[in-house]
């Protein structure tokens, strides 16, 4: 780069594209504008380096630049080798219009994401953002961490412990426990790093005052650590903001499931049989969204209650092994791993599609499909693919009855669709998302109050970034009479509920 700002991203050319697409997210993300006033003057950030591992989008990129606006100097890789939106990408690194930054002179924030990563580039990324060469006090890392299914946390921890050890452990072979091509690709990234210099990942958690994190699974990670008492610093669980994982998993996912099924495929969903493995957030979203385009939705569920709410709801809900041959649609949104396998795969109908909204790739066992002896998969196009199951490959009506030939469309490769194949939520709900972020972020980074434990924000922030999205839709809000409030035993200004309450 002709400035010495170091990144990699697809194309900066694309920057105009994506600041204009930034420009009108601004006014979707109410959220985060607030904040941006409110902070201005404060600058509650400054001297904060954060390193952050989370979708590349639009709507993160008015993330980043909110957080610099707040005085953080800031890092950027997505959590996803799809995810990323290339023109939100180059706008970001060249910069705001007053930084005057051009694509030959980019000024603004250094990001290390494109859309269709490799594996190793993947983690070449996440290496990157943790890597702060020019930190002032010499770790040669970031103070905070912002994280989205917890890979940049689940780095440093891993780097640590190797280090502790003064060794990385041997690959794993195919069919030991925590083998994955994946894994392969982060003990060969922390192998070199521990050649290059023992202390590195010692040196650099040493200066990280907390994570805030994402998402379901990254937050799932996260309380393992803190069990296991190797949680290296304070973790903030954003998802579990009642204004996250109650919008976003949920209406964020109502809208941008259809769309990636949509830009993907294109064939209607109306009248179809759509299964949906999980009735969590994500799986209540994905349901009713499918409902909506007039599928018949079934839902399957390991969780009683859960699958008492799908019942009450009004789905049918189902094994997998019952209604496999009959679903058009699969939808995966567990968070949990092999929920659909090749036996599943072998033996659904010709042409169906499937799909997963979950955090990481195994809820589908790719690797699984990959390996069926005569397999022939197509692309359709990027992020579209077609597995044609040769003829006699057996499946369907009983254990081995001999099929002819047929095909099955996966899509993103078994990672994140919504994201994979459209882009993401919409800006409205990820500025719920987002300003609990920011809240997080500055909590972690001006309070010395937190334990190497797992927090989540106090309600009254939580209520507060409800409210700064309710102007924009029109709300008019009620207000308690002191009388009012004193009989229910709250205060007029909230918080308006006990922390158990469910919503
Ligand atoms: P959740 O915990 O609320 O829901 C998951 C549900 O799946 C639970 O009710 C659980 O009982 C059920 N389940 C687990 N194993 C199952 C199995 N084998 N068969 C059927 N059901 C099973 O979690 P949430 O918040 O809904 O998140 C789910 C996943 O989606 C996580 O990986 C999360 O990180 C991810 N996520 C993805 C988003 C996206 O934009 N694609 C947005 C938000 C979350």
């Known amino acids: 780069a002709p400035s010495g700002l170091a990144y990699r991203v697809a194309d900066l050319a694309l920057a105009e594209a994506g600041r204009h697409q930034i420009r009108l997210a601004e006014h979707e993300m109410p959220g985060l504008m607030a904040l941006r006033r409110?902070?201005?003057?404060?600058?509650?950030?400054?001297?904060?380096?954060?390193?952050?591992?989370?979708?590349?989008?639009?709507?993160?990129?008015?993330l980043i630049e909110t957080l610099v606006a707040l005085g953080a100097d800031v890092r950027w890789a997505s959590c996803n080798i799809f995810s990323t939106q290339d023109e939100a990408a180059a706008a970001v690194v060249v910069g705001r219009p007053e930084t005057g930054g051009t694509p030959d002179d980019p000024r603004g924030t250094p990001v290390f994401a494109w859309k269709g990563e490799s594996l190793a580039e993947y983690w070449e990324c996440t290496e990157a953002i943790l890597a702060w060469p020019s930190a002032s006090d010499g770790t040669g890392g970031p103070t905070l961490i912002l994280d989205d299914g917890g890979d940049a946390t689940m780095l440093v921890h891993s780097g640590v412990r190797y280090e502790a050890a003064g060794a990385v452990p041997s690959d794993p072979r195919p069919g030991e426990p925590g083998y994955s091509e994946e894994h392969l690709v982060v003990l060969d990234v922390l192998r070199r790093s521990l050649a290059a210099d023992p202390q590195r990942w010692t040196r650099i958690a040493s200066a990280i005052g907390g994570v805030s994190e994402e998402t379901t699974t990254g937050v799932h990670r996260l309380y393992q650590l803190a069990a296991a008492k190797e949680l290296l610093f304070p973790a903030i669980n954003v998802n579990d903001s009642v204004t996250k994982s109650k919008f976003d998993n949920r209406y964020g996912i109502r809208h941008s499931l259809p769309d990636g099924l949509n830009r993907a495929t294109d064939v209607l969903i109306g009248g179809k049989v759509a299964f949906v493995a999980g009735y969590g957030d994500v799986g209540k979203g994905a349901a009713e969204s499918l409902r909506g385009q007039g599928a018949r939705v079934v839902v399957a569920e390991v969780d009683p209650i859960c699958a008492l709410q799908a019942a009450m709801d009004g789905f049918q809900v189902v094994r997998l092994e019952d209604v496999v041959g009959e679903a058009d649609f699969f939808i995966t949104t567990t968070g949990n791993f092999d929920v659909i396998r090749v036996e599943h795969m072998a033996a659904m109908k010709d042409k169906a599609i499937v799909g997963n909204i979950g955090h990481f790739d195994n809820e589908i066992d790719m690797a699984g499909l990959a390996a069926v002896p005569g397999i022939v998969r197509t692309e359709i196009k990027p992020q579209v693919h077609e597995w044609t199951f040769p003829a006699g490959a057996p499946g369907g009506e009983?254990?081995?009855?001999?099929?002819?030939?047929?095909?099955?469309?996966?899509?993103?490769?078994?990672?994140?669709?919504?994201?994979?194949?459209?882009?993401?939520?919409?800006?409205?709900?990820?500025?719920?998302?987002?300003?609990?972020?920011?809240?997080?972020?500055?909590?972690?980074?001006?309070?010395?109050?937190?334990?190497?434990?797992?927090?989540?924000?106090?309600?009254?922030?939580d209520e507060k970034v409800a409210r700064l999205h309710l102007d924009a839709l029109g709300v008019e809000l009620t207000e308690l009479t002191k009388e009012q409030a004193d009989y229910i035993d709250v205060d007029v200004a909230g918080p308006y509920k006990p922390d158990h309450y469910r919503y």
């Open 38 to 62: 409110e902070y201005a003057q404060v600058q509650p950030l400054a001297g904060a380096r954060i390193a952050g591992s989370l979708h590349m989008t639009v709507q993160t990129a008015v």
């Open 398 to 461: 009983g254990d081995d009855a001999e099929r002819g030939e047929r095909s099955i469309i996966v899509l993103s490769e078994g990672r994140l669709l919504n994201l994979g194949n459209a882009t993401g939520h919409p800006s409205f709900v990820m500025s719920n998302s987002f300003a609990n972020q920011v809240i997080a972020q500055i909590e972690l980074h001006t309070s010395d109050a937190y334990e190497n434990e797992v927090y989540r924000l106090p309600k009254i922030l």
